[in-house]
């Protein structure tokens, strides 16, 4: 499978935060390619590379949730629902989405005409209801069960793609593509692949304890340049990989990224960030002990929409700044 | 009736990408389907008239109408970072178009994209989009790079996804009024009328009732039924008299709307025809929207005209939704009028 084919598989699957089996699923089947040591425990997938005591241990983290919604009630055809993770809601009206339930149920987010609309105003988080295209949803449909919103993944020009949930699956590939570079090297390190990032980081608190490392490395998408943002937040679109400066992060890790960055031609931008990082890298910085963590973060247009924007140069970017790093740190 | 030819019409015409003044492949489907069985022209104005022939002659001439063109975008300004600033062809809400997959005319796929969520103040998070702020991107480097494959004043159409539920509804883009133009070719190819009658498959209703106006120039019928599609608003956000009609319970027969009010009589015939036969009818419980009735009604000296619909969800975004028993429903009662309309004098 080649880059561009990963990332849509991977975009292509379901997974709201705390329902993220199947997703799991199948990123356990690709790790097993690499490594027999694969569990899933407490829903994060968690891989180890190499000789497990080996100092010191890096971890990757990528996380297997994307927003969504989740069902709670119903009225005959249509289901009521309520966001999970910060849902953009100027984007709501008749949405296409999926409704998990016996089986995927593609559905509509429901919409007034604006001739009935008495103000043109944004929808509430209240007014969520999905159109099942079913004369008693109950059929199909229960309370808990995830709404995704149905946008398969699509190549755009070039190394684009655009879809839903490339935040994180574009995280994903980095360390699919990371275990692909040092398929032969025999370099320890751990892979966590996070549940709940979307609801407060609550699967990065678990595995962080559970597998314990020195360094994290998380990989997650951030701001890519685009009408309407601001430069200075940003990174550029095929621009590289941002490297993250923070408070919270190790800041001897950022600068060792950006030398190597430098010394090998590896296109970067710093993305500088003044407080917490609004990653999984916030929980493993304080988890236990405290892990020293770094950010390697792919730019990202659009995020949560169902049309999301990255390029896949960009994560190759990434993957390479890491997998360059690994090999330094075991020298 | 033949449903599934029904049915295979309109998914087909759906599929199609049209949107006013570029109504071009949306015709050459509907000419290849009945152009062996009727006498086509189509109009300056892009319009078909098609004289079907039946057994019997009219004493006053009936035209069936359906427009061909659907909602869209249109590029109207390339931007240095390579998007494309684009606006509405038609009555399309910015927010139904907002953070969605669009496919451009030459097929190219991209999107409509907007600042993301998180960087946006608590105020900007409660305005709904509006197109001065909205691209497309179909991930062009820049603006030399982009205008290699796009220029001002292509179109951008919603990315389609044809689907019907286990219980009947279909959501589509373009069901409005591409139902219509499904209809009146089934009734042309399924020999439904025994009398001559004048077809047209008319152009840029949605940017204001343009191509009626000349097609019932053309036509210059006594009579004409409009095929339609109109708002359905039983959605658990409203109810009561909101709800303007529902899907489900049948054709909709108007009596008034913005642009029309309807032939007493003609109301009066397809209700009881509709009755008669055990065909689901209901009517509008608001005044609200208009079609080309509003048009053809004073065409020339004046024209006798009603129109029969669809109901329907979510008109003008991605993904109408639509009952398939209605337009089953819709498809039986105008073949009624059309049949019978003679009753009228």
Redesign the interface.
């Known amino acids: 499978m080649d880059l561009k084919e990963l990332v849509c598989t991977l975009a292509g699957i379901d997974g709201v935060s705390g329902d993220e089996s199947r997703i799991a699923a199948f990123c356990k089947e690709l790790l097993e390619k690499y490594t027999e040591d694969v569990c899933i425990k407490n829903g994060n997938v968690i891989a180890h590379f190499g000789k497990k005591e080996e100092k010191p241990h890096i971890m990757l983290d990528a996380h297997l949730d994307r927003v969504g919604m989740v069902v709670t009630d119903f009225?005959d055809?249509?289901v009521?629902a309520s966001p999970v993770g910060?849902?953009?809601?100027?984007?709501?009206?008749?949405?296409?989405v999926t409704v998990h339930g016996k089986e995927d149920?593609?559905g509509?987010v429901?919409?007034?005409?604006?001739?009935?609309s008495k103000e043109?105003?944004?929808m509430d988080r209240d007014?969520l209801?999905v159109?099942?295209?079913?004369?008693k949803a109950e059929k199909y449909i229960s309370y808990g069960d995830t709404i995704s919103y149905?946008?398969p993944c699509?190549?755009?020009?070039?190394t684009?793609v655009?879809?839903a949930g490339l935040d994180d699956r574009a995280g994903i590939a980095v360390i699919f593509e990371i275990a692909e570079l040092l398929k032969d090297e025999n370099i320890p390190f751990t892979v966590l692949l996070s549940t709940g990032e979307e609801v407060n980081e609550r699967g990065a608190a678990t595995g962080g304890y559970v597998i314990d490392p020195d360094i994290a490395v998380e990989f997650d998408v951030s701001?890519a340049?685009?009408?309407?943002?601001?430069a200075s937040?940003c990174g550029k679109l095929?621009g590289g990989a941002m490297i993250g400066f923070s408070p919270v992060l190790d800041r001897e890790i950022s600068l060792k990224l950006r030398a190597i960055a430098e010394e090998k031609g590896i296109p970067y931008k710093a993305e500088v960030m003044s407080g917490t990082t609004?990653t999984n890298a916030d929980r493993f910085s304080i988890c236990r002990e405290g892990q020293r963590a770094a950010t390697i973060s792919i730019p990202l247009?659009?995020?949560?929409?169902?049309?999301e924007?990255v390029d896949t140069e960009d994560i190759r970017a990434c993957a390479r700044l890491a997998a360059e790093f690994m090999r330094r740190e075991y020298k | 009736m033949n449903k599934e030819l029904l049915d295979t019409l309109l998914r087909e015409l759906c599929m199609i990408n049209g949107t006013s003044g570029r109504e071009e492949k949306v015709r050459e489907y509907i000419l290849s389907k009945i152009s062996d069985r009727c006498e086509c022209t189509v109009t300056p104005s892009g319009c078909i008239i098609a004289e079907y022939k039946g057994q019997k002659r009219r004493e006053k001439k009936l035209m069936i109408s359906a427009h061909m063109d659907e909602v869209g975008l249109i590029v109207t300004d390339i931007?240095e970072?390579g998007?494309l600033s684009v606006d509405c062809v038609g009555?399309v809400?910015a927010?139904?178009v907002?953070?969605?997959?669009v496919t451009l005319e030459n097929g190219?796929?991209?999107?409509?994209?907007?600042?993301?969520?998180?960087?946006l103040s608590e105020e900007e998070?409660?305005?709904?989009?509006a197109f001065d702020?909205l691209?497309a991107?179909?991930?062009?480097?820049d603006r030399e790079d982009a205008l290699k494959?796009i220029s001002p004043g292509d179109n951008v159409y919603y990315e389609n996804?044809y689907?019907v539920?286990?219980?009947g509804?279909i959501?589509s883009k373009a069901i409005d009024d591409r139902a219509g133009c499904a209809a009146m070719i089934a009734m042309i190819i399924e020999n439904e009328l025994s009398f001559d009658t004048t077809f047209t498959f008319v152009t840029a209703e949605e940017v204001g009732l343009r191509g009626a106006r000349t097609a019932a120039y053309v036509a210059d019928p006594e009579y004409a039924i409009v095929i339609e599609t109109t708002?359905a608003?039983d959605?658990?956000?409203?109810e009561g008299a909101?709800r303007?009609c529902e899907l489900g319970k049948g054709a909709v027969v108007s009596y008034m709307d913005r642009s029309t009010i309807y032939d007493r009589e003609m109301f009066a015939l397809s209700r009881k025809l509709a009755a008669e036969n055990g065909i689901a009818w209901q009517t509008k419980t608001?005044i609200?929207?208009g079609n080309d009735s509003g048009v053809i009604h004073i065409s020339r000296g004046g024209v006798r005209t009603c129109a029969i619909s669809v109901p329907c969800?979510?008109?003008h975004?991605?993904?109408c939704?639509a009952k398939a028993e209605d337009y089953y429903a819709v498809y039986r009662l105008a073949v009624l009028m059309a049949e019978n309309i003679g009753i009228l004098g």
Not at chain 1, 86 to 96: C, H, S, T, V, Y
Not at chain 2, 98 to 101: L, P, V
């Open positions: 009225k055809g249509f009521k910060g849902l953009d809601m100027r984007i709501m009206p008749a949405q296409r149920i593609k509509i429901c919409t007034l005409p604006p001739h009935l043109k105003k944004v007014e209801w159109d099942t295209g079913l004369d149905d946008s699509t190549p755009l020009l070039g684009r655009c879809g701001f340049m685009c009408g309407g943002e601001k937040k095929g609004g247009r659009y995020m949560h929409t169902p049309a924007v | 931007n970072d998007t009555g809400n927010d139904a907002i953070g969605r997959c190219m796929k991209g999107c409509v994209g907007s600042p993301a969520v998180h960087n998070r409660k305005k709904p989009a702020s691209y991107d179909f991930g062009t480097q494959y996804n689907h539920s286990p219980d509804y959501f708002t608003a959605i658990p956000l409203s909101a303007c608001t609200a929207g969800r979510y008109l975004t991605p993904s939704a």
